[in-house]
């Protein structure tokens, strides 16, 4: 009995310790962050390629199914490759002032888009 009321203050103790390694608050807002830019990057990818003349000419003989499938690929890629090429002090400021995630958002993606279409084989 008396073994297990030293042990009792150990176990207690030890379940307050931690290394401070895990903060699951910032790791939820990083993950809800880049979430967003995702979107966004998504988004500004899809028109950015319906915009462009060879993907036009290279989708006209292509059905409707078959289009979006391409477009998913391909605007897939950019926001995964999207989310590889940005900083989080980019994703901070880019939540805080509008015309700085317009600038990331276009910049990531015209550096991404081109890298992808070229994978991407029709």
Known sequence: MRKLIFLLPAVLLSA???????????TTANNIGMAVFQTAVDQTCRTQLNNRTEYKVLTSVLTTEKKQD?????????????????????LAQAAI???????LITRTVNNTLSTCVSRFKF
Do not use: F, L, Y
């Not at 307050?16 to 910032?26: F, I, Q, R, W, Y």
């Not at 391409?70 to 980019?90: D, F, H, L, P, R």
């Not at 002032?97 to 600038?103: H, K, L, S, V």
């Open 16 to 26: 307050c310790a931690t290394d401070g390694s895990m903060n699951p608050t910032a």
């Open 70 to 90: 391409v477009e998913n690929q391909i605007c897939g890629c950019v926001s995964t490759e999207a989310s590889k090429n940005v900083t989080m002090v980019e």
């Open 97 to 103: 002032d509008p015309q700085a995630r317009a600038t």
